[in-house]
């Protein structure tokens, strides 16, 4: 019997873009802050938030690059288009839901916010995805976005470092908390549901 022949190792790697490492460098540090947060929630230690958002920054910054990178190259790719939205989901949806989570919002309408907060995202960029070419000009660029872009969610990352920043997390959050039918809600939660609904308006935003 004669065994199919393997892929060689590495095969797809070779097939990245300098553009897409930047781009995986975006997932890295959205990964990174996950990790962080997890490390806050045992020890309790609020530098490790800070090192979350500043991880989130970062990924920003990637998630910046590649961008220029790819037109400064022109090189692109639908594996590249996909491969971004998934570090921004990473970095820019679940990071920044998964802070707040850790900085006190817990109660179970926080968590039906934080979760619809990236649905949202994901349906943000989905919807980006298949409507990049149709939003072309004709020189193949994107002129708007329809609904604001996912990144905007560090706005929301840099509040919460704010709250860090001045000792305002769990039961001294921010606008304080509400308990509604025997669950909480902490009103300041409510920018989550704000920016998710602006990601999936039909707000048009110039592409800078």
């Known amino acids: 019997m004669t065994l199919p022949k ?40 609020p530098r490790h938030i800070y090192f979350a958002c500043g991880l989130v920054l970062a990924a920003l910054i990637f998630d910046v690059l590649d961008g220029r990178i790819a ?49 949202c995202g994901v349906s943000r960029l989905a919807r980006y995805n ?20 996912i990144p905007t969610s560090l706005l929301l990352v840099l509040v919460m470092f704010l709250a860090a920043w001045q000792g305002a997390l769990h039961e001294s959050l921010w606008l304080g908390q509400l308990v509604l039918a ?13 920016s998710g609904s602006l990601m999936v308006s039909r707000l048009r935003i110039p592409k800078l």
């Open 6 to 45: 393997l892929n060689k190792p590495f095969s797809m790697i070779r097939e990245f873009h300098l553009a897409d490492w930047f781009t995986l460098a975006n997932a890295v540090c959205g990964i990174g802050a996950l990790f962080s947060m997890m490390t806050y929630l045992q020890t309790n230690d």
């Open 71 to 119: 037109r400064w190259r022109q090189k692109t790719s639908a594996m590249g288009r996909e491969l971004d939205s998934l570090a921004d989901i990473i970095s820019f949806g679940v990071a920044p839901a998964v802070i707040a989570y850790g900085c006190g919002m817990q109660g179970l309408y926080d968590r039906i916010v934080l979760a619809g907060f990236v649905a």
């Open 130 to 149: 298949v409507t990049a070419e149709s939003l072309s000009g004709s020189d193949n660029k994107v002129k708007y976005f329809e609904g604001t872009p």
């Open 182 to 194: 025997g669950f909480t809600l902490h009103p300041l939660v409510l920018l989550f549901a704000l």
